[in-house]
């Protein structure tokens, strides 16, 4: 069982950067792969970032390569989400997700699910 918080989501300006965390309950953080997804208003959840359990793999939605960094530090028992040069359209609820071993970009493979923090950039 692993249970997620996410933290750092706020209103920023367009351009700016933020970094959100999610801090994961359980001795086997480990050995979990971890993504990022988002909601935006009116869309569906979608892939943003996805990490593997050794931080060695990850993998990035188009519309945020180059721009965001997922990370781990399994000491901490904690993934971040770097995010940089933010856009409007970044606009969104942001959930941090655990699945098995193995990054994946597909929702319904990952199992635990954190509550979501909301990220709000004007224009």
């Known amino acids: 069982q692993v249970q997620l918080v996410e933290s750092g989501g706020k209103l920023v300006q367009a351009g700016g950067p933020l970094r959100l965390s999610c801090a994961a309950s359980g001795r086997t953080f480990s050995t979990y792969a971890m993504g990022w997804f988002r909601q935006g208003p009116g869309k569906e959840r979608e892939f943003v970032a996805t990490?593997?359990?050794?931080?060695?793999?990850?993998y990035y939605a188009d519309s945020v390569k180059g721009r965001f960094t997922i990370s781990r530090d399994n000491a901490k028992n904690t993934v971040y989400l770097q995010m940089s040069s933010l856009k409007p359209e970044d606009t969104a609820v942001y959930y941090c997700?655990?699945?098995?071993?193995?990054?994946?970009?597909?929702?319904?493979?990952?199992?635990?699910w954190g509550q979501g923090t909301q990220v709000t950039v004007s224009s």
């Open positions: 990490i593997s359990w050794s931080g060695d793999s990850t």
């Open positions: 997700a655990a699945k098995g071993i193995g990054i994946s970009t597909n929702p319904r493979f990952y199992t635990y």
